[in-house]
Each structure stands twice: as structure tokens, then as C-alpha cells.
């Protein structure tokens, strides 16, 4: 506690621990998102106390980036590895569906649901299974949404087209959206479109239940431009920033992890997927320092450690595609 708030989202997450995992424990390690995405998604409740921008930024910039930028693509239930329980599928992925679940749902349902749920397993343990049934006696069935989110893979790659023509003194606005991912399933998401013109506005609401689903909207102005989920409401690539740059291998990557952690001289890189890729290392101190920069060649992965302070760092990896994990690795005195 040294005055500033930089580490705001660290004391956030480690509190709702005293909820979320240590009042409602999750029955066994292959639920533990019910711990790490509650607390993940706490970190965005609290920057909600400053204001709905700042709750955004967070959501976007801090918890759906990493996850599009990890390359991860297993589903958040039943990780299969160590390094899948303590994945960004387990943090990140499972705290943008609890966003994306308070979207659907509505505030009151969602949090009606939470705090329900909290009640019913305080002091005991919980199931993945009783987090839905409480959030579904709120709002009507949801395996729909937990089907794709949860127990599935990946996350929607949208391919939008918009046009729109003259119709006496309307507008016919067509819309034609579908799903370019191959790993994973088709997705059903009630989708969001901002339309906006000289002077006027409007917001269009439709489920995009359909692979290549066209729509046409009478639209009593002449839009000017139209924009797709403008307020992050869907983990996809569609989020601001993301669209352009994130190109998972096929079949995604697996979490990286460090082998020896704690090392002395050197350590390995182990990030399934990754390995006939080129990548870039970069080694920060805790301030944030960069104190090595490499690039390893496709096959080695050996990381040289010789003259670092002993400490705990950070590593840094990119992949082709900005395919991008951090892990912690600690430094013994060598
Ligand atoms: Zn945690």
C-alpha cells in the first residue's frame, strides 16, 4: 500500500478470493474458474466505482485482449494440463463470459443470480452446474450460452458486410454477417450494429443464429457509418484493436510455462503449438524494466540467463501473428 492505485486490480482480485474461492470453493481443480474468473471479473467491478468508460476499458484492454492475444483455444471447463488450470482461458476467457453473461442478462437477473448463488454455497462447494442453475432460475434457460462459452472452444471470427440504399425518404439498411472461425462451433450471440447519421442515431438489435444471416432495417436517415458491437459486448476478434492483428495457429496453443522455474543459468520455453515458430523474448523486472531481449529461431528454445539479478521476472513471448503469453519466472543467484 504505497498510495498510488496502480495495483488497484491486484488487491480487487486477491479480496473477492474471500468470496470467490475461499467462501465458495470450487468442488474440484477442473472448476477453478469459478475462483480465478470471479476474481478476474472483480478487478472490472471495481474499476466500475470510477465510471462505465473506465469499466469498458478494463473489460477490452485488460481481460478480452490477453485472452485473443494467448492463442488459446480449449474450453474453460476440464482443463486437460496444469498449465490449462492456470491459463488465460481460466482467467481472462471465463471472466469475458461473465461479462458477456451480464450483457445478456441484464444487471438485476445477473446479479439477483450471483448473489443467489453466493448464498446457496457459502462455506461449501460448487459445480459449474450450480452457477448456471442459479443464473438460469433468473432468466430462463442459458445451456445455450454456457454450451458454447464454457464447455466449448474459441470464440466467434464475425465477417461483416453493411450497405445501404435510398427508399423514398427512408433508408434500407442490409446487413450481411457470418463466422469465419474453424476450431470452434458456430456461435448464436444476440449481436449489436450503431448506425449513425448526420445528426441522428439508432441502435440495431438482432440473434445471429445463422451462418451468412443477411438482414434488411428501414432506417429513417441516411446512415453515414455502421458499426459493429461498439460497447465490447462479445469476446471476438471484432473488439477495437484485435480485428487485424490476431491470427491463431490452427487448432490454437497451448499455455506457456517455464522449465526450471525457479532457474538459475537458463530455462527452457515450453508453449505447445508454438514450436516450429519464431519468437520474440522479451525479460522484464518487476518496474517494468526490459532486462534481455532474444529471438529465438523455430526449435530452440533455450533461454539464456547468465548475468540477471537474481529476482522475479517477467517473460514476454510473441509468436507469429501477435500470438502473444507472459509467465513468471523466478531467478536464483548464479
Ligand atoms: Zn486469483
Redo the contacts with the bound molecule.
Keep these: 500500500m504505497n498510495g498510488n492505485t496502480n495495483y488497484d486490480w491486484l488487491l480487487a482480485?486477491?479480496m473477492s478470493?474471500m468470496w470467490w474461492?475461499n467462501c465458495v470453493t470450487e468442488r474440484f481443480w477442473t472448476d477453478v474458474w469459478l475462483?480465478?474468473s470471479f476474481?478476474?471479473y472483480s478487478e472490472a467491478i471495481w474499476m466500475e466505482s470510477y465510471g462505465q468508460a473506465e469499466y469498458l476499458n478494463y473489460v477490452v484492454n485488460n481481460i478480452m485482449k490477453p485472452y485473443l492475444y494467448s492463442g488459446e483455444l480449449f474450453p474453460i471447463v476440464e482443463p486437460e494440463t496444469p498449465a490449462q488450470l492456470w491459463s488465460a482461458t481460466t482467467?481472462e476467457k471465463g471472466a469475458s463470459v461473465l461479462h458477456m453473461l451480464r450483457m445478456i442478462m441484464g444487471d438485476t437477473a445477473f446479479f439477483t443470480g450471483y448473489e443467489t448463488y453466493f448464498a446457496s454455497h457459502s462455506y461449501t462447494t460448487a459445480l459449474t452446474t450450480d452457477f448456471i442453475e442459479h443464473m438460469e432460475a433468473q432468466y430462463g434457460d442459458l445451456s445455450w450460452f454456457f454450451d458454447q462459452w464454457v464447455y466449448g472452444e474459441g470464440y466467434p471470427i464475425y465477417d461483416i458486410s453493411t450497405d445501404w440504399v435510398q427508399l423514398g425518404s427512408d433508408w434500407q439498411l442490409t446487413i450481411n454477417i457470418g463466422q469465419t472461425q474453424t476450431v470452434s462451433n458456430f456461435f448464436t450471440m444476440p449481436v449489436e450494429f450503431h448506425v449513425e447519421g448526420t445528426g441522428a442515431d439508432s441502435v440495431i438489435t438482432f440473434l445471429n443464429d445463422t451462418q451468412n444471416q443477411e438482414e434488411i432495417f428501414i432506417i429513417p436517415f441516411e446512415p453515414t457509418t455502421v458499426e459493429f458491437d461498439p460497447d465490447s459486448r462479445i469476446l471476438s476478434t471484432a473488439v477495437m484493436g484485435v480485428e487485424e492483428h490476431t491470427y491463431p495457429p490452427q487448432g490454437g496453443v497451448g499455455t506457456m510455462y517455464l522449465g526450471p522455474n525457479p532457474a538459475t543459468l537458463s530455462s527452457t520455453i515450453n508453449w505447445q503449438g508454438t514450436w516450429n515458430m519464431e519468437l520474440q523474448i522479451r525479460i522484464y523486472d518487476l518496474s517494468g524494466r526490459i532486462v534481455r531481449k532474444r529471438v529465438l529461431e523455430p526449435s530452440s528454445r533455450n533461454l539464456d540467463l547468465a548475468g540477471i539479478p537474481a529476482g522475479t521476472y517477467l517473460v514476454d513471448a510473441i509468436a507469429p501473428g501477435n500470438v502473444r503469453q507472459t509467465a513468471r519466472l523466478v531467478i536464483l543467484a548464479n
Aim: aromatic share 12%; net charge negative; proline share 0%.
Design positions: 482480485h486477491e478470493h474461492g475462483s480465478e476474481a478476474t482467467y
